[in-house]
T-cell receptor, first 112, second 113 residues
C-alpha cells in the first residue's frame, strides 16, 4: 500500500545542472500535483495535471517543466537548476470528485 | 494574492493546554476546508476537515470551528501533547476547480512537556 512515491529523497545539484524528480501513485487518482515547500512560505503549487494528457501551471511554474507520463506517473524537471530552487518538493494526488489530497514523502533538493 | 491567511506562524503551548490556530479565506467558492499535519521529514497528511454547512467538527482532541459569515476557521487541539508537535497547514478547496488545494503558510507548533 505505497500511496504516493517520490524519488529521489535527497539530491544536491550544481547550478546549471538538470534533473528530473519522479512521482508515482498507485491509488488510480486522476489529478496529480507538484508543490514546493519553503520556510515561511507554506506549500506553493508549481504545476498540476487534472487528468492524463493535461498539465497546467500553478503559482510558481518558472524554471520547471512537467510530464504526465501516464495515469500513475507525474515528473518534474529542472532544466537548469538555480540556487533559488533549493527547496523541499512534494508530489500529491487526488481522486476526481474527492477533495482529499495524498502527499509523498518529499524530495529535499539543494542547488549549490 | 494570498487566498488563505494563517496565524500564528509559530506557537508554543504547555502540555495539557489548548492550541489554537486560525485561518481566514477570501474566495467564497471554497467548499471544503481541511487541516494537514506534517511531521519533520514527512509529507503533509490530512488531520481533519469541514464543509461550510456545519459550524463545528470534532475528532478526538481536534476540533475545527467554522464561521462562514466571517470567512474564518480555526483548529483547536485540546489537552495538547508533545506528540502533537508538528507543522499544521490549513487549506481550502473549490469543487469547481481542478487546481487542488490552496494552503496557508503553516504554523509550527511546539508542545512543551
Amino acid at each position: 500500500n505505497a500511496g504516493v512515491t517520490q524519488t529521489p529523497k535527497f539530491q544536491v545539484l550544481k547550478t546549471g545542472q538538470s534533473m528530473t524528480l519522479q512521482c508515482a501513485q498507485d491509488m488510480n487518482h486522476n489529478s496529480m500535483y507538484w508543490y514546493r515547500q519553503d520556510p515561511g512560505m507554506g506549500l506553493r503549487l508549481i504545476y498540476y495535471s487534472a487528468s492524463e494528457g493535461t498539465t497546467d501551471k500553478g503559482e510558481v511554474p518558472n524554471g520547471y517543466n512537467v510530464s504526465r507520463l501516464n495515469k500513475r506517473e507525474f515528473s518534474l524537471r529542472l532544466e537548469s537548476a538555480a540556487p533559488s530552487q533549493t527547496s523541499v518538493y512534494f508530489c500529491a494526488s487526488r481522486k476526481r470528485g474527492v477533495p482529499e489530497a495524498f502527499f509523498g514523502q518529499g524530495t529535499r533538493l539543494t542547488v549549490v | 494574492q494570498q487566498q488563505v491567511k494563517q496565524s500564528p506562524q509559530s506557537l508554543i503551548v504547555q502540555k495539557g493546554g489548548i492550541s489554537i490556530i486560525n485561518c481566514a479565506y477570501e474566495n467564497t467558492a471554497f467548499d471544503y476546508f481541511p487541516w494537514y499535519q506534517q511531521f519533520p521529514g514527512k509529507g503533509p497528511a490530512l488531520l481533519i476537515a469541514i464543509r461550510p454547512d456545519v459550524s463545528e467538527k470534532k475528532e478526538g482532541r481536534f476540533t475545527i470551528s467554522f464561521n462562514k459569515s466571517a470567512k474564518q476557521f480555526s483548529l483547536h487541539i485540546m489537552d495538547s501533547q508533545p506528540g502533537d508537535s508538528a507543522t499544521y497547514f490549513c487549506a481550502a478547496f473549490s469543487g469547481g476547480g481542478a487546481d487542488g488545494l490552496t494552503f496557508g503558510k503553516g504554523t509550527h507548533l511546539i508542545i512543551q512537556p
